[in-house]
């Protein structure tokens, strides 16, 4: 068995705007998805994660195209939980030059799925790393982000930016806009996750915000604004500013909220976090439901959350410094 994991992230600024060549700053922190991988000497891929809501299944079928999967689950279902290792053995078989190459895969993770925490991203950097390295290819991790972020750009249906993938690739807080993809330093950063226990559809949010940048101009302009917010935050960053960071996170999650992919409970964590005295508040990742990032060096905001009804989880993110991990 091969294995590898790779840290989930949040995002103190950019989302969604980074898909349209604005700058955007995510963060890797220490939740991870390893994926131990065995090449099979047939052409099937199979997938077992106890971590799906599916409540643990295994799905099996064959790698070529006619392939059906042999399974007792509705088949949207299916397709959500599966597309991102779907696509990410694809790209392993293209980059290795093996069209027939088998799997069987096994994946544990501690981040949430479709929660604003980058599971996706994590998934798939380690699936692609593990059966690469199973088939006896050593990418570096540039070749790895790329193959990861192909595969989103994939499932996405050609909308995604590289944010996710080469913070997981690399590790810890990273700047990227359009192909230009670079570490960051950043201060050690009183970061509080709050999750409501729910989900976003990653491809239907972006191609959301994608119809009203089309629609209107100042949708448009909005998108912009967020990337005028990443510049400033980026000397916020600089400086050591937590205030400053603070009060430019929750302009950001505004303008996420005009673009259409917060939520109620995003909404009403973000605002608990705020009277409970955070430096600042907003959605991570795509939204519609799933996580809120707050700023607060006290407890006050952790135990505002914790009695809020409708969060479900709360933690102190820790920033990953490494990112890709080989295990074995
Ligand atoms: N533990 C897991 N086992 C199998 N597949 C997983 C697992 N975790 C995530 N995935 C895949 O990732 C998908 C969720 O990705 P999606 O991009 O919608 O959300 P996310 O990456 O968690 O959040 P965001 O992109 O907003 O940061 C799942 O539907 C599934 O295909
Ligand atoms: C919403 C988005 O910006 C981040 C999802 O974590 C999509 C992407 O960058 O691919
Ligand atoms: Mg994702």
Redesign the pocket.
């Known amino acids: 068995m091969t294995r590898s994991s790779a840290p989930g992230k949040i995002y103190l600024f950019g989302e969604h705007a980074v898909v349209y060549g604005e700058p955007a700053v995510p963060c890797a922190i220490e939740r991870r998805?390893r994926v131990g991988v065995e090449p099979r000497d047939d052409a099937t891929l199979r997938v077992h994660?106890d971590?799906?809501s599916l409540d643990g299944f295994t799905v099996e079928y064959a790698g070529s195209t006619d392939g059906k999967p042999d399974i007792d689950v509705a088949e949207s279902l299916v397709d959500?939980?599966?597309?991102?290792?779907d696509e990410a053995i694809a790209q392993v078989r293209e980059v290795t030059g093996e069209p027939d190459a088998g799997f069987d895969v096994t994946?544990e993770?501690d981040?949430p799925?479709?929660?604003?925490?980058?599971?996706?991203?994590a998934?798939v950097v380690a699936a692609v790393d593990a059966a690469t390295r199973a088939l006896g290819v050593e990418l570096s991790t540039a070749e790895l982000a790329e193959r990861a972020y192909q595969t989103e750009l994939a499932v996405q249906e050609g909308q995604a930016s590289r944010a996710?993938t080469f913070c997981s690739a690399t590790g810890g807080a990273v700047r990227v806009e359009g192909s230009d993809c670079r570490a960051i330093d950043a201060p050690d950063l009183p970061l509080v996750i709050g999750f409501d226990g729910g989900a976003?559809?990653?491809g239907a949010l972006v191609a959301g915000v994608r119809q009203l940048r089309d629609e209107y101009s100042f949708a448009a302009d909005t998108v912009a604004s967020i990337g005028d917010i990443v510049r400033q935050g980026e000397t916020a960053l600089a400086d050591g500013d937590v205030a400053e960071l603070g009060r430019l996170m929750d302009f950001n999650h505004g303008l996420l909220s005009a673009l259409g992919v917060s939520g109620r409970s995003l909404d009403s964590m973000v605002w608990a976090a705020r009277e409970a005295g955070a430096l600042g508040a907003k959605l991570t990742?795509?939204g519609g439901g799933?996580c809120i990032v707050a700023l607060d060096p006290t407890p006050e905001t952790e135990t505002a959350l914790r009695y809020l009804p409708g969060c479900e989880d709360v933690f102190r993110a820790e920033l990953a410094d490494e990112g890709v991990r080989r295990l074995e």
């Open positions: 998805a994660s971590d799906l959500a939980a599966m597309g991102y290792v994946i993770s981040i799925l479709g929660a604003g925490l980058g599971s996706s991203a998934v996710d976003g559809d990653t990742g795509a799933g």
